[in-house]
């Protein structure tokens, strides 16, 4: 089918967008939409129009893959040319209503909306504007302060509040909006009035030019999205343009400030992880035919955190778990820290105490391993010791049935080992949760030599299942997320034995964009969590000291009753002590830039290693990781896609000064002028 047809009954023009899977506004739609709109104008037999959608969804946006190059015809453009008709035409909106989308809607003189229809411009995630007319149509509808709410969060609202608050028409049940757009294009028709038009002053327009402190209040409001963000500024300058210009001067100011954007470093950035979390799915060794197996039922050994958190991932999605503990006061407790966890959700009113019975429901506790003779899937979260994890698997293997999966949730040990226990090495896989498992979004699935295809296939699935991004993982040391950021940890304690304070070194990294620099991350995590090679043994001495971070008594920073942090004279101490013993000569403080390189070049390195050794799929799956698994700035795009556009050369220059060695695949890159994403 055409990417836009038109028919013509009883005088009113059907215009339908049919590109899956979302019906982005690609060229061939743009074309079809220009087409359509010449038609409509110049027809004599068409009186009036609808535009409408196949498939799941009205357009969901632009066509991101386009970008940051669209050929002709502009979007801005065609939807102006739709604007301009003397024809009425009604949209008919369902599904994802979004971005280039919305403006479509937006450009048409009125909109029906299907009841389930979200209707939102997102365009800010992706480190952009609505580009296409949207800045300066939506405030010119619903007014600014509504307009910018829309455009700076970036989060779609529903058909009932777009209503109320004036930016659709009408909304009728699903289904029916087609219908419905029809019926009030036919009763336009007959009643021949004025078309109300998005590019003209409105109620609105008078109202916010009226209020002087109107941008410096929503500012206020909505101050911490602008952090290290460059694309709310922009929206802001925008809707100001829409409320104090006339309609084409704002276009004006929204096409220059829309072009700035799209070439700048955040929306590349932004652009490449929007793929890359869809891609992470695509094993294109894996046939798209591979059968799944059935997990209904999970068995979790170990309720401690991990284990815990686990069987609450499970419960959420509506699994029944079994618990196994070894010890009654383990297993009560477990079953109790969840029970709270859930309470606290229930209490911030995220979930109804019912919710709470039913989650609690899904989850049984049990003394008995050989209660999991009957489950699915089974996920060790026990100690991290191999000698455990042998003992575990091969009990394990002789209580499961026949077709388990049998999987781990080891950070860091070989996987390839612990399936050896077992006479079914194909059904055992590493599922690597990040804590707290209930809530961090990654989940590495790793693939052992022997995993087959199907166990491989139904972890990904899992994944998704659990509403998590899930990426593949080798075996190695640390898989991908502990991996590649272990040198970060370790770089940061270098640092500060060199002299660098810590409170520099996490200030220059919150400025980069993460939400903690690597020493209040430590003192956060727990200084007994990671151990550290030879020279570097603050941690350990720290916890000699009973000082195990902000579970206890603090770590490198003392911390207040509001968790406020100041540098800790003990752990100041422990430095200077480290510092002597091993012989190191302090050196001048390191500038915000050069903390950045010394810390994140060596991630860099790492990242280029585990793609060369075939760890991880590709470049974006090592993105996904950092950003999921450590907060990596999504701005930033991840570390290999920040790599890509700070500069291979420079990262390897960087690295030798430090007497590091540059990765193979890292020299290959720059001397070959290509990139990682
Ligand atoms: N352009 C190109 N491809 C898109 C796309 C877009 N706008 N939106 C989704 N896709 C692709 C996805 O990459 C995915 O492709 P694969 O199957 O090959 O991986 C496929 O469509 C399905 O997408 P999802 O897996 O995300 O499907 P979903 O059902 O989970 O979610 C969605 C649907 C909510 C629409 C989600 O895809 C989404 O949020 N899309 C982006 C929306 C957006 O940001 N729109 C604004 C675009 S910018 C713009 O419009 C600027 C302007 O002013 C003109």
Redesign the pocket.
């Known amino acids: 089918m055409a990417a836009v047809s038109v028919t013509v009954e009883n005088g009113i023009a059907r215009v339908t967008i049919s590109s899956p899977?979302?019906n982005?506004?690609g060229h061939a739609v743009r074309v079809g939409l220009k087409e359509a709109a010449v038609k409509i104008a110049t027809d004599e037999a068409i009186r009036g129009a609808v535009i409408l959608a196949e498939g799941a969804?009205f357009p969901?946006?632009?066509?991101?893959?386009e970008f940051p190059d669209v050929p002709e015809p502009s979007?801005g453009e065609v939807f102006d040319m739709i604007t301009a008709l003397d024809k009425p035409v009604v949209a008919a909106l369902h599904g994802?209503t979004?971005?280039?989308g919305l403006?479509l809607a937006l450009a048409c003189h009125y909109r029906v909306a299907a009841a389930n229809t979200k209707l939102g411009f997102?365009?800010v995630?992706?480190g952009?504007l609505?580009?296409?007319r949207?800045s300066q149509r939506l405030p010119r509808l619903i007014g600014a302060e509504a307009a910018l709410g829309m455009m700076l969060t970036g989060k779609p609202i529903g058909a009932d509040k777009a209503e109320k608050i004036g930016l659709v028409d009408e909304t009728v049940p699903a289904g029916t909006q087609d219908d419905a757009a029809i019926a009030m294009v036919t009763a336009l028709i007959a009643k021949d009035g004025p078309l109300p038009r998005t590019t003209e002053d409105s109620e609105w327009t008078t109202k916010d030019r009226a209020d002087p402190d109107i941008f410096d209040r929503i500012k206020a409001d909505y101050g911490r999205l602008f952090r290290g963000v460059i694309a709310p500024d922009a929206i802001l300058t925008c809707v100001k343009a829409a409320v104090e210009l006339p309609y084409e001067k704002g276009v004006e100011v929204e096409t220059s400030e829309f072009l700035r954007l799209l070439n700048s470093d955040q929306s590349r950035a932004l652009i490449h992880v929007?793929?890359a979390m869809?891609?992470t799915v695509k094993v294109p060794d894996i046939p798209k035919d591979t059968p799944l197996i059935d997990v209904n039922s999970v068995g979790v050994i170990g309720a401690g955190t991990m284990g815990g958190g686990i069987a609450m991932c499970f419960a959420n999605a509506g699994i029944a778990v079994k618990l196994v503990e070894i010890k009654p006061e383990a297993l009560e407790r477990g079953l109790s820290v969840i029970r709270k966890n859930y309470e606290n959700t229930a209490k911030k009113g995220r979930m109804t105490a019912e919710d709470v019975e039913m989650r609690m429901g899904l989850i049984t506790g049990t003394l008995e391993m050989d209660d999991l003779a009957d489950v699915d899937l089974v996920i060790e979260a026990v100690f991290e010791s191999m000698e455990i994890k042998e003992k575990v698997f091969t009990r394990l293997d002789a209580i499961a049935k026949d077709g388990a999966i049998l999987a781990s949730n080891t950070s860091f040990l070989d996987l390839n080992h612990i399936a050896a226990m077992t006479k079914r090495p194909e059904m055992v896989v590493g599922l690597h949760f990040f804590s707290p498992a209930n809530v961090m979004p990654l989940l590495e699935v790793v693939r052992g030599d022997k995993s087959s295809d199907s166990v491989i296939a139904t972890g990904m699935k899992l994944g998704k299942a659990l509403r998590k991004t899930p990426v593949l993982a080798g075996v190695c040391d640390g898989f991908i997320a502990n991996r590649l950021m272990f040198p970060y940890m370790v770089a940061s304690q270098q640092m500060l034995l060199k002299g660098t304070p810590m409170q520099e070194i996490d200030a220059a990294m919150k400025a980069y964009g993460f939400a903690m620099g690597p020493i209040a991350l430590l003192d956060l995590i727990g200084l007994d969590v990671i151990t550290f090679p030879g020279d570097v043994t603050m941690t350990g001495e720290l916890v000699k000291l009973e000082r195990r971070g902000q579970k206890l008594n603090g770590g490198f920073y003392d911390y207040d009753e509001k968790r406020r942090s100041t540098p800790s004279p003990a752990a100041l101490e422990v430095i200077e002590k480290v510092r002597e013993a091993n012989g190191i000569e302090t050196a001048p403080a390191l500038s915000p830039e050069e903390i950045v390189a010394s810390l994140l070049y060596p991630v860099i390195n790492e990242g280029a290693k585990i793609l060369e050794e075939g760890i991880a799929l590709r470049a974006g799956d090592i993105d996904v990781a950092a950003i999921l698994g450590y907060n990596w700035p999504s701005y930033q795009g991840g570390p290999m896609c920040w790599a890509d556009i700070h500069g291979l050369g420079t990262i390897i220059s960087g690295l030798e000064a430090m007497g590091i060695e540059p990765a193979k695949l890292l020299k290959e890159k720059a001397e070959t002028g290509s990139s990682f994403t």
């Open positions: 899977p979302v982005a506004l969804t969901a946006g632009a066509d991101i893959a979007h994802n979004l971005g280039g403006e997102p365009e995630n992706l952009l609505p580009g296409a949207g929007f793929f869809r891609e």
